[in-house]
Nanobody
């Protein structure tokens, strides 16, 4: 599966953005999808994930209650709705996918290019 992430941009603290991850192929619903982010000089960290059928979602603690991951398998797209953004959310965001379910130690095989999110204070 090939992934394209888009929707990043510049927003003020307290604002919101919605990221989209468009996938190719006809088996999108068989893949767990996740969002990771990376700050310059650091590694990528898990932000949120969603099971193939959308029934289960997972979040890192710092975004719980502010970010929501969801998907539309009919449109081969997953989303990350980010509300109440903080300057510390500034990062390059990547979407990723793998057939393996999320288990807390998830290393997806497929990655899209990143999209930059900048939150000004």
């Amino acid at each position: 599966v090939q992934l394209q992430a888009f929707g990043g941009g510049l927003v003020q603290a307290g604002g919101y953005l919605k990221l989209s991850c468009l996938a190719s192929g006809r088996t999108f619903g068989h893949y767990t999808v996740g969002w990771f982010r990376q700050v310059r000089g650091s590694g990528r960290v898990f932000v949120a994930g969603i099971s193939g059928n959308g029934a289960s979602a997972y979040y890192r603690d710092s975004v719980k209650g502010r970010f929501t991951i969801f998907r539309d398998n009919a449109k081969n797209t997953a989303f990350l709705q980010m509300n109440d953004l903080k300057p510390e959310d500034t990062a390059v965001y990547y979407c990723a996918a793998d057939r393996a379910p999320y288990d807390g130690h998830w290393y997806p095989e497929h990655w899209g290019h990143g999209t930059l999110v900048t939150v000004s204070s």
